[in-house]
């Protein structure tokens, strides 16, 4: 595939190999998704990752996705990205909530809306509703 001697279109190159890694039926389901990984891997570096990522999508393949290696490092990320964002919105809305009973503590002891606005960054309308609940 990398020096492609024939002069074939790239497509189909891509398609013999899948052809032929699938149709391997001594070779058990993980060892055509290794198989699999390294040919996007060599495609990659040809930027034809994308060619064989719609192959696969158009032949008939039987593969564990659980066990993909790709698979499972994005699912790691993933988890990781939302924890971080769980955590950043958490942190954000007991900040917000940290404000809003300062507001109320300054509002009992009769404080002046702006100022408490502008102690607390709260909007104006924010506070008055305070007032009203």
């Known amino acids: 595939m990398l020096a492609n001697p024939g002069n074939l279109p790239h497509e189909t190159i ?4 899948l052809h032929n890694i699938i149709q391997a039926h ?3 389901p ?3 998704n290794k198989y699999i990984t390294h040919l996007e891997i060599l ?7 994308p060619l064989v990522i719609q192959k696969l999508y158009t032949m008939s393949l039987e593969i564990d ?6 698979f499972q490092q994005g699912r790691i990320q993933g988890r ?6 769980g955590l ?7 900040a917000l909530q940290e404000k809003i009973n300062i507001a109320k503590k300054l509002l009992a002891q009769g404080f002046d809306i702006h100022f408490i606005s502008q102690t607390t960054e709260l909007p104006v309308e924010q506070i008055q509703s305070l007032l009203k609940s």
Request: a negative charge; aromatic letters at 0%.
């Open 80 to 85: 990781e990205e939302g924890l971080q964002q």
């Open 65 to 70: 996705i659980q066990k993909d290696l790709r």
């Open 14 to 17: 891509i398609e013999q190999i």
């Open 43 to 49: 495609a990659l570096l040809r930027n034809m990752q």
């Open 88 to 94: 950043q919105q958490g942190r954000e809305e007991g």
């Open 30 to 32: 993980e060892q055509k």
């Open 26 to 28: 001594h070779l058990h």
